[in-house]
């Protein structure tokens, strides 16, 4: 932290300190140097190779962490617990895969240029939602646009009636609950429990080869960075500190002549349309989305990615987001059958001995040090 | 234009100060009145909270309001900042603006500035950006996004700190405040927003007796360049700030006048020590 200027006048928070780019600019060499390196260039048999399996794991984690970060925003920051972030998530999910879909072009099972499972459904048109999704602008407007539009109208009826708190949280997890409950149906026109998969292209260049892999990793490294880099613009900026103000003092703040529900409309939404870029960049990664990225359950988890990361401090969720589902990819391997159990022991756990998150820890042991 | 707590720093007495002060443009208080309320009624499950209370408070006035617990001092607060819906009644503001139909936010844009009985700052933010949140100024979110802090808000910011004698802990997170800190604070938010009354709920509750006789000098300082109304408990206090004082009971004005009329009123004397 910089010292106050001479003249006494305390200063407001900065973007980042010296570290703090230090950091990032050497999580950036990482992602941008390092991995394509030692994924494209080293040679399998090499030390320094790094295998296609953990070119996506990274890949699928930085989609989560970009999901930590905006649940981060609208929780840690806003005092706002949102049950339902999947939903937003899937719903960007959805959207490019749509795209996707329509990329694969007659290449399906039954050689026709429509999805298969339309064609399974015996249908001879696409539905009215389909529309323009074979146009990769239209369908990354959809990214943005519908997580976006569904947050906005959802928070300004919740957040005008003032429901808060516990009740706010038993909402959310109704709407995506209700929603996995829409996509599981054929008729919906998504694929049903199936959901999409069997992707084959991105704008016409085949999804598999290792360089569109690596490209889509740097994609997602470069939102990522920028997802935190927004988020630390936002928690520094005056609007940053009338959110905080908002979740420890609502009434004072709307006393203070701020009108807090486009306040909470604005992060909301805002945190609703990081998910649903997310959720675009994780679909053509991990080769598949359906119906359970919306169960309730994938929302909590969510939340307990930001607690055990510490919420309130951006990097804590990202930090949350890597380990816990680090620990997932290994425990679901090892154990598989033990790994619910360990993640809710690990929720209470944090919840006990450290409220603040692992970031939160850290930052109290060094501010307590001489 | 001069800022309150500019305003308040300086210590003339010019008489027509005041007018001066609480004149301004959208604010129609050409019959000196700044607050009116006007047979009041609001109920919760069948209790009476306020009975058709009527109440009206002249622009630059100090008004002192007592009264037992359970008076209808907190529920009167209330319906004037916009926080509780009055079941009858009006209450208007000037002349021209009918409180009953704003919110609270624009209730605090047109000039009503409320400090609550229990201290209420954002306890996770610095002095200094308390009163820079609290700092008048336009208050919608993409203005938000990009303000930036000016060497006038600077120097305004200080001359809040230096009147609420937070100079020196502007750095410090307001959760560390002391009891009385924490008042004087909220009462330096209440300034930044250049309020033209200013609603003061318990002022010196929990306070020591040192910052007690300062909080009345800080009353002092404003009275004549605010409208103020002060709700408190502490007779001492009162007696040392009130000009003109209400006594509520039970809903409803009992008496009014100046403190020492209202302390001899026998009907005052009754419900204060009668129960």
Not at chain 1, 208 to 217: I, N, S, W
Not at chain 1, 250 to 262: D, K
Not at chain 2, 123 to 140: I, W
Not at chain 2, 141 to 166: C, M, N, P
Request: aromatic fraction near 10%.
């Amino acid at each position: 932290m910089d010292a106050p200027p001479a003249s006494g006048a305390p200063r407001l928070p900065g973007l980042l300190g010296p570290s703090g780019w230090l950091a990032l600019a050497a999580f950036a060499v990482v992602l941008f140097v390092v991995f394509p390196l030692c994924n494209l260039v080293a040679p399998p048999d090499s030390a320094f190779h790094i295998s296609a399996y953990w070119v996506t794991l990274i890949g699928k984690i930085m989609c989560y962490a970009m999901v930590a970060l905006a649940m981060d925003l609208i929780w840690g920051y806003t005092g706002i617990l949102s049950l339902g972030h999947g939903l937003f998530f899937a719903l960007g999910g959805y959207a490019f895969g749509m795209y996707l879909m329509r990329q694969i072009g007659a290449d399906g099972q039954y050689r026709v240029n429509m999805p298969d499972f339309m064609v399974f459904l015996d249908w001879k048109e696409f539905p009215w939602h389909w529309w323009m999704s074979d146009q990769f602008w239209w369908c990354a407007l959809l990214v943005v646009g519908v997580p976006g539009l569904l947050a906005f109208v959802f928070g300004y009826f919740a957040f005008r009636s003032r429901v808060k708190g516990v009740y706010f949280s038993i909402i959310t997890q109704a709407l995506t609950y209700a929603a996995m409950l829409l996509f599981f149906r054929n008729a919906t026109g998504f694929g049903g429990n199936n959901g999409f998969t069997d992707f084959k292209r991105i704008l016409g260049i085949p999804i598999t080869t290792p360089e569109m892999r690596m490209a889509l990793f740097a994609i997602t490294g470069a939102a990522l960075i920028g997802t935190l880099l927004l988020g630390r613009y936002i928690v520094t900026s005056k609007l940053g500190r009338v959110l905080t103000a908002i979740r420890d003092a609502e009434s004072r703040v709307m006393f203070s002549g701020y009108n807090t529900l486009w306040y909470k409309q604005f992060i909301w939404t805002l945190s609703a349309v990081i998910c649903g870029v997310a959720g675009a960049l994780y679909v053509p990664q991990v080769g598949i989305i359906n119906p359970s990225e919306m169960s309730p359950a994938n929302s909590i988890e969510i939340a307990i990615w930001v607690a055990v990361g510490g919420r309130g401090t951006l990097i804590g969720a990202v930090l949350g987001a890597g380990l816990v589902n680090g620990a997932k990819s290994w425990f679901t391997v090892a154990f598989p059958e033990y790994w619910l159990f360990f993640l809710g022991l690990l929720f209470i756990a944090v919840t006990l001995f450290m409220p603040r998150g692992v970031v939160g820890t850290l930052q109290r042991l060094r501010s307590r040090r001489p | 234009m001069s800022t309150a707590a500019d305003t308040a720093l300086q210590s003339g007495d010019d008489p027509q100060a005041p007018l001066g002060r609480v004149l301004q443009p959208g604010l129609d208080l050409s019959h000196r009145a700044i607050l009116y309320l006007e047979d009041i009624s609001v109920s919760f499950d069948g209790f009476k909270a306020l009975d058709k209370l009527g109440l009206t408070i002249d622009a630059g006035e100090l008004r002192c309001i007592i009264g037992p617990n359970g008076a209808g001092k907190t529920t009167m607060m209330d319906v004037i900042t916009g926080k509780t819906r009055p079941d009858a009644g009006r209450v208007f503001f000037g002349q021209t603006i009918d409180l009953t139909r704003l919110s609270e936010a624009e209730i605090a844009h047109a000039g009503i500035g409320r400090k609550f009985q229990k201290p209420t700052v954002f306890e996770q933010h610095t002095v200094f950006e308390n009163l820079e949140l609290a700092m008048k100024a336009d208050k919608r979110v993409r203005k938000a996004v990009f303000a930036r802090l000016g060497s006038a808000e600077h120097d305004r910011i200080a001359d809040t700190l230096r009147l609420i004698r937070l100079a020196d802990t502007a750095d410090r997170i307001a959760g560390l405040l002391s009891h009385g800190q924490k008042q004087w604070l909220e009462i330096g938010m209440l300034l930044m927003q250049e309020p033209k009354l200013l609603l003061l709920d318990e002022p010196v509750a929990g306070m020591t007796d040192e910052e007690t006789e300062r909080t009345a000098e800080l009353c002092n300082t404003l009275a004549g360049r605010h409208s103020l109304v002060v709700v408190e408990h502490d007779m001492d206090f009162v007696s040392r700030i009130a000009r003109k004082v209400t006594v509520l009971h039970e809903g409803s004005v009992l008496a009014e006048g100046p403190m020492d009329t209202v302390q001899n009123d026998p009907r005052v004397i009754e419900v204060y020590l009668g129960r």
